[in-house]
T-cell receptor, first 109, second 114 residues
Framework: QQPVQSPQAVILREGEDAVINCSSS?????VHWYRQKHGEAPVFLMI?????EQKGHEKISASFNEKKQQSSLYLTASQLSYSGTYFC??????????FGTGTRLTIIP | GAVVSQHPSWVICKSGTSVKIECRSL??????MFWYRQFPKQSLMLMAT?????????EQGVEKDKFLINHASLTLSTLTVTSAHPEDSSFYIC??????????FGPGTRLLVL
C-alpha cells in the first residue's frame, strides 16, 4: 500500500523551515527520500536504515521511527533551490521501493 | 559515479505502433533494474523489476505482454511498449542498483501517443 505523506503541498518563504511526514501501514526496512523537479527524474537525497536513525544532508535531515512506521524530512532555512516535489520511498525488505503520495514544496523569495 | 542514461528522452508516436526505451548504467554493473511510470501530478509507480538474464517480475495490474522488458546485460535493460495507445502516454523512468539498495535513476523518457 502506498505510503501517505503530509502535507500534500506547502508554500514557504525563503529561510523558513518545513517538515514533511511519511506514514506507512506496513513495517519498514528502510526509507529513501527523493526530490523531483518538474519534468525531471527524482534525485536521491538520503537513505535511513535503522529505527530512530537521523541523517543529514546540508540543511536537510531526516528521521526514521521504525516502531511507528514513520519517517520525517526536515528542511531548515529553506532556499529557492529546495522547491520541488518530495517523495519518501520505503523499502519493505525486497529491494523494491514504494513511492509515497508526494509533497509539493514551493519556496518564494 | 553511478550514472544511468535513458534513450530516447522524448518520443511521439502514432497509436498502434511499438516504442522501445533503453536504460543503461554507464559506470557500473547493475544487478537489478526497475521500470517506473509516472502520470502528471502523480507519484512514481513501479511497473516491473528486471535482473540480467532472467524474466522480469511485473507488478500487479501491469500487462506483461504489453510492456516487454529485456535485461540483456548487466548494463542494459529495454522496455518496449507494444501497440501503444494514448492512455500509455506517460513519463517512464528506469533505475538501477549495484549491490546496495540505493537506486540510481535515469533522466526519464516522455512518451506521447497520438
Amino acid at each position: 500500500q502506498q505510503p501517505v505523506q503530509s502535507p500534500q503541498a506547502v508554500i514557504l518563504r525563503e529561510g523558513e523551515d518545513a517538515v514533511i511526514n511519511c506514514s506507512s501501514s506496513k513495517a519498514l526496512y528502510s526509507v529513501h527520500w527523493y526530490r523531483q523537479k518538474h519534468g525531471e527524474a527524482p534525485v536521491f537525497l538520503m537513505i535511513l536504515l535503522k529505527g530512530g536513525e537521523q541523517k543529514g544532508h546540508e540543511k536537510i535531515s531526516a528521521s526514521f521511527n521504525e516502531k511507528k512506521q514513520q519517517s520525517s524530512l526536515y528542511l531548515t532555512a529553506s532556499q529557492l533551490s529546495y522547491s520541488g516535489t518530495y517523495f519518501c520511498a520505503p523499502n519493505f525488505g525486497n529491494e523494491k521501493l514504494t513511492f509515497g503520495t508526494g509533497t509539493r514544496l514551493t519556496i518564494i523569495p | 559515479g553511478a550514472v544511468v542514461s535513458q534513450h530516447p528522452s522524448w518520443v511521439i508516436c502514432k497509436s498502434g505502433t511499438s516504442v522501445k526505451i533503453e536504460c543503461r548504467s554507464l559506470d557500473f554493473q547493475a544487478t537489478t533494474m526497475f521500470w517506473y511510470r509516472q502520470f502528471p501530478k502523480q507519484s512514481l509507480m513501479l511497473m516491473a523489476t528486471s535482473n540480467e538474464g532472467s524474466k522480469a517480475t511485473y507488478e500487479q495490474g501491469v500487462e506483461k505482454d504489453k510492456f516487454l522488458i529485456n535485461h540483456a546485460s548487466l548494463t542494459l535493460s529495454t522496455l518496449t511498449v507494444t501497440s501503444a495507445h494514448p492512455e500509455d502516454s506517460s513519463f517512464y523512468i528506469c533505475s538501477a542498483i549495484a549491490g546496495t539498495e540505493t537506486q540510481y535513476f535515469g533522466p526519464g523518457t516522455r512518451l506521447l501517443v497520438l
